[in-house]
């Protein structure tokens, strides 16, 4: 397939863009999506090509924006609503969770809630505590929400496209550290990456390195770092958190017999602890040492900026943790 | 209400112009990346806002709280230059142990109980310290600064209407500069009088006030405060402007709105306007003022030189330390 290359951000504005001109019934709405071309540029261009119906700057009301993202999708809208940080989707995590999620069940399959809560995710660059988090798999515990968390510019517009495209809701979380970081794009205006689909990014035989997100990254330069000592890692990116590609998992943890987990979010309650625990349950057999897990550490993100760097996962922790069980 | 005297209308002016200094000091040392980090949000233009308000409080006895635009009550309600300028870059001497950085700037001895980034997050809070103080019957009333975006989010209205309901001692104060990041008020409130919120919630609705009049200011907060401590909350809508954009993220603001900046600086100026007003009334006051302006230049000078001498954290005892009461 013809392929461009762009950064994450513009592969995502591409899908955008290309999703609103096929579907009359797409709209974006949030804050600073319009006139100031979006916080992170991801809606650069749009308020000119679409006009103000269908890109809506909204005040600074996330409770709103999430509810009322429900309710114009339960009456037949496709809404793109965007937090401008996934920190702020917390305001809204009633909207998100008890409505946006459970409706279609609650009224046993009467509505639907076709809907994309798009939000900015991650840490660093000294954002402080309150706007340092990577919370994925918060909304990932949630039946009747979907989340997907792509890693490439490939997958953001693939999975973009998708979750605009699906009945169901879908909380689509995008890297902030990965806004400028090129990758190859389809050239196919119906790319489209299934939900629930995870990907082998690098194939390998002696552990598994199972990922999303920016853990991708950390993943294959340590993969990268240790094949120089002989060790070839397998690099495993789940993109979806829900539903989750435990069929690729365990395929290839049974290959491997050894897996790291890498999040770029915490340790208590999460990603990792989950795949772990699924893994035990329907591997036993093939485990030929203990599962390892790379995370944030187990603290509030600090200002300041070496211990801010102290308490992050990065490519040397993933490095430590597979030499620890090899 | 005893008029000023022109000692306390000395030390106001000597308040805002070491703000001044100080936020522009901020604003070069971030682009030296002598300040680094995502988040800066300068006073530059607020001054008679924050300095007249902290003017009236009654000091040990009352109390303040703002959003993440914090620099200038820190500074107003007497917290040395060199600890917030440590704070900014990250240091162990920073008020909050560099922990927090530019938005969450506190000092209990001060009464100042912090600056906070979610916006609007803090609002409740300011309900919840004036609740103490009911409850405690200590006299003491909460000065709580919101945001003109700030108004637009369910913090809001939920925490005034509290107020209104027990008849907390709090004054609200809103700050509106005209804009919340790049959107106007108008395009982001159904109402965009902002003041007349108040009505709906029970609150004292103290209408708008000239926020670049440092007098004005002081009068209405005086008088707002003596309301609050017996009769219940009260609301002020203070008019002013941003001299820096939103916060170093903007990088457009000076050209798009060049000329709505420029006129705001040459026409109301609220350092400059007190000067001229202060020069017509006292003889010989001039040098004076003079000396503070300079005085205000060395006193952010020594507070740079301290800061940066000031060491990093860089333990692992200082990343864990106070996640809990030990
Ligand atoms: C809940 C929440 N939503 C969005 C943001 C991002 N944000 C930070 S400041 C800001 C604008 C606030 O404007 P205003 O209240 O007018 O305060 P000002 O910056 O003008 O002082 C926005 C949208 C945030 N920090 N918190
Ligand atoms: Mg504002």
Redesign the pocket.
């Known amino acids: 397939m013809a392929t461009k290359n762009l950064p994450m951000r513009e592969a995502l504005r591409k899908a955008l863009m290309e999703e609103m001109h096929r579907d009359q019934r797409v709209f974006i709405m949030g804050?600073?999506v319009g006139y100031w071309q979006g916080t992170h540029r991801v809606t650069r261009g749009f308020i000119e090509e679409f006009g103000e119906k269908r890109v809506r700057d909204t005040p600074?009301s996330?409770m709103a924006i999430g509810g009322a993202a429900v309710g114009a999708a339960m009456a037949g809208l496709r809404p793109i609503a965007e937090f401008?940080?996934i920190?702020?989707a917390f305001?809204a995590l009633d909207a998100i969770v008890n409505h946006a999620a459970k409706i279609h069940y609650m009224f046993d399959g009467m509505f639907k809630v076709p809907l994309v809560f798009r939000a900015a995710s991650g840490w660093g660059d000294q954002a402080t505590a309150s706007?340092s988090h990577a919370p994925e798999p918060i909304f990932a515990h949630f039946p009747g929400l979907y989340v997907g968390c792509p890693a490439t510019a490939g997958d953001a517009y693939g999975m973009l496209k998708t979750s605009i495209r699906d009945d169901n809701p879908v909380l689509f979380s995008e890297s902030i550290a990965l806004y400028a970081k090129p990758g190859p794009v389809p050239d196919d205006d119906n790319y489209l990456i299934p939900v629930g689909k995870a990907d082998i990014k690098r194939p390998g035989r002696h552990v598994s390195l199972i990922t999303y997100a920016r853990g991708l990254e950390w993943s294959l330069l340590a993969a990268k770092e240790l094949e120089k000592d002989g060790i070839d890692c397998e690099v495993v990116d789940l993109r979806w958190l829900r539903p989750l590609d435990t069929a690729l998992v365990f395929e290839s943890f049974k290959k491997t017999g050894r897996a790291v987990i890498v999040e770029e979010s915490l340790p208590f309650y999460s990603f990792g602890s989950e795949l772990a625990a699924q893994i035990q349950e329907h591997c036993f057999d093939y485990m030929d040492a203990p599962i390892k897990r790379v995370s944030s550490l187990d603290v509030p993100l600090p200002y300041s900026r070496h211990i801010e760097l102290m308490a992050l996962p990065n490519a040397e922790k993933v490095v430590a943790a597979v030499k620890e069980i090899l | 209400m005893a008029a000023p005297t022109r000692e306390q209308q000395v030390e106001w002016y000597r308040q805002m112009v070491l703000i001044r200094e100080f936020e522009e000091a901020c604003y070069h040392l971030y682009a030296q990346k002598r300040i680094t980090g995502v988040y800066l949000?300068l006073y530059s233009g607020h001054e008679a806002v924050g300095v007249g308000a902290v003017a009236a409080m009654e000091r040990g006895k009352d109390h303040i709280i703002t959003?993440?635009?914090d620099h200038g009550v820190g500074l107003a309600v007497g917290v040395e230059a060199k600890y917030l300028m440590s704070e900014m870059m990250g240091r162990r001497d920073g008020v909050s142990g560099g922990k927090g950085g530019s938005m969450h700037l506190a000092s209990r001895e001060h009464n100042f109980w912090g600056g906070y980034?979610?916006?609007?997050?803090h609002l409740p809070l300011a309900t919840g310290i004036a609740l103490a103080n009911q409850y405690n019957q200590t006299g003491g009333v909460v000065i709580s600064f919101?945001?003109?975006?700030?108004?637009n989010?369910g913090y809001f209205h939920e925490s005034l209407n509290l107020s209104g309901v027990w008849k907390l001692p709090v004054v609200w104060i809103i700050?509106n500069?005209l804009?919340?990041?790049g959107t106007e008020i108008i395009r982001s409130a159904g109402n965009p009088i902002l003041h007349k919120r108040a009505a709906g919630y029970g609150v004292r609705d103290m209408e708008r006030v000239d926020g670049q009049n440092i007098l004005a200011m002081h009068a209405a907060v005086k008088e707002a405060i003596e309301y609050a401590r017996t009769e219940g909350p009260v609301l002020i809508e203070a008019m002013t402007y941003?001299y820096y954009g939103?916060?170093v993220s903007d990088k457009q603001y000076d050209t798009r709105l060049a000329d709505e900046l420029a006129q705001w600086k040459a026409e109301k100026d609220p350092i400059h306007l007190f000067r001229s007003k202060l020069v017509g009334r006292y003889k010989n006051i001039e040098l004076e003022l003079n000396r503070l302006d300079d005085d205000a230049k060395k006193q952010v000078a020594e507070a740079v030189e301290f800061a940066e001498a000031s060491p990093l954290p860089r333990t692992m005892d200082e990343l864990l330390s106070n996640i809990y009461v030990d």
């Open positions: 804050q600073e600074i996330e401008m940080t920190n702020f305001l706007h | 949000h959003a993440y635009r980034a979610i916006v609007g997050g919101i945001g003109d975006g700030a108004t989010n700050e500069n804009y919340g990041m941003r939103h916060g």
